[in-house]
């Protein structure tokens, strides 16, 4: 209502740090969590475009309140609460990237969950994105550059730019949730400009104000026109505690402490450092099989045992052992066993040895033990 001196400051700040850099001109939907930036981006585009529907993608995560929820896709978040769900999103496959090593970009490829090629993979998704878009009814398709929560899943290197097109040809909106990947974390301020994707919104949280809860949700400045309504007095989308002062100040430093410290560009060098070292383990250790992948300081080592199947309990030990040799790291990917690892940027090469080193360990000693359940009856 009385919008302070620093929320102004912030929203220009990622005017500029965004849209600015891209050619044009952002306005900023403020929040607290980043699921609330997603449902921000959502209403957008339903205003803007008049269309209901919502495209998202298998492995999906936007984070758990009633609309973020529909667009995401792992079953455990939805199922307890399905019957409070509208529904109103349709999920295409996430392609992945093939196993090719480091790309020029930066980028890599996946392991035992690599698709049939970058150029295969995103033919076949295109194929399926057009048939739902073709209702007609879709107004945004929200999309991770690399799925975070989904088990650090890279795609190919052309599918963003084909899902650019794609929802631009039939009439929808791009959304970008660069919630997990924004703020220099894959080598990039915004992980889109690996592939010089533009989108329509884009969605950030998380390092956006290092350790705050600040979210926002930026679009570009003729869609937010075009979507809200000048206010006559009540705001149709508001919250008590959005652009709180704190967190702004928070924000402006954190953009301005990632430039002082060059650290984009430094994940995008310490996360080949980081990948180089994960392959390094190698790719079989007693009846495990492992996989590296990843962009910038956002990595995954995905664990499979022999026949495919996730080792998801080998995963949770390893991830017990770092603990208590004092390394943080989170389980990811639907199956949780996919070892997450998204360093602070500022973390020094003799840290990150160490961690790969105690990795090392850790997934020797997982490898020596018998697995107690059985078989998955679901390959990954
Ligand atoms: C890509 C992505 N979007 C949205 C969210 C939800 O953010 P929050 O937990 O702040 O609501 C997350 C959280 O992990 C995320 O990784």
């Known amino acids: 209502m009385h919008p302070h001196p620093l929320k102004a400051e912030l929203a220009r700040a990622l005017s500029r740090l965004t849209y600015g850099r891209w050619g044009a001109r952002g306005k900023v939907i403020f929040a607290s969590a980043g699921f609330e930036a997603v449902e921000a981006a959502l209403k957008t585009a339903l205003l803007a475009t008049g269309r209901p529907g919502v495209v998202a993608f298998e492995?999906?995560?936007h984070g758990l309140g009633y609309g973020a929820l529909n667009a995401t896709h792992r079953g455990e978040f939805r199922s307890p609460f399905r019957r409070q769900l509208r529904e109103f999103a349709r999920f295409v496959p996430f392609p992945l990237a093939a196993e090719d090593g480091d790309t020029a970009s930066g980028g890599s490829g996946s392991g035992a969950l690599a698709g049939s090629g970058g150029d295969l993979a995103t033919a076949a998704v295109?194929?399926?994105?057009?048939?739902?878009?073709?209702?007609?009814?879709?107004?945004?398709?929200?999309?991770?550059?690399?799925?975070?929560?989904?088990?650090?899943?890279?795609?190919?290197?052309?599918?963003?730019?084909?899902?650019?097109?794609v929802s631009e040809a039939c009439g929808a909106l791009l959304v970008l949730d660069e919630i997990y990947t924004g703020f220099?974390?894959?080598?990039?301020?915004?992980?889109?400009?690996?592939?010089?994707?533009?989108?329509d919104v884009i969605c950030l949280g998380k390092a956006l104000a290092g350790g705050f809860p600040l979210s926002a949700c930026v679009g570009r400045a003729e869609v937010m026109d075009a979507a809200w309504p000048?206010?006559?007095?009540?705001?149709?989308?508001?919250?008590?505690?959005?652009g709180h002062p704190v967190g702004c100040a928070m924000a402006l430093a954190q953009i301005a402490e990632i430039r002082r410290l060059r650290l984009v560009p430094r994940s995008e060098r310490l996360g080949r450092l980081l990948r180089r070292g994960l392959r390094g383990l190698g790719r079989e250790w007693g009846g495990l099989r492992l996989a590296a992948r990843g962009l910038g300081l956002m990595a995954g080592l995905e664990l499979c045992r022999r026949d495919g199947c996730p080792a998801t309990e080998e995963t949770l030990a390893v991830i017990k052992s770092l603990l208590q040799e004092g390394w943080l790291c989170l389980p990811e990917g639907?199956?949780?066993?996919?070892?997450?690892?998204?360093?602070?940027?500022?973390i020094s090469e003799r840290q990150l040895e160490a961690a790969v080193?105690?990795?090392?360990?850790a997934v020797a000693d997982a490898a020596g033990k018998r697995p107690v359940s059985g078989g998955c009856t679901r390959r990954p």
Do not use: K
């Not at 009540?234 to 505690?241: D, G, Q, V």
């Not at 080193?357 to 360990?361: C, F």
């Open 59 to 61: 492995g999906a995560y």
């Open 230 to 242: 000048e206010s006559t007095g009540e705001a149709i989308h508001t919250s008590t505690f959005l």
């Open 126 to 165: 295109e194929r399926r994105l057009r048939q739902v878009l073709s209702s007609g009814r879709v107004g945004a398709v929200l999309v991770e550059p690399v799925q975070g929560r989904g088990g650090i899943r890279v795609p190919p290197p052309d599918f963003l730019s084909m899902v650019r097109r």
């Open 357 to 361: 080193r105690a990795v090392g360990r």
């Open 334 to 346: 639907e199956a949780s066993n996919v070892i997450g690892f998204t360093p602070p940027l500022t």
């Open 184 to 199: 220099g974390r894959t080598g990039r301020w915004f992980a889109c400009e690996h592939a010089g994707v533009v989108p």
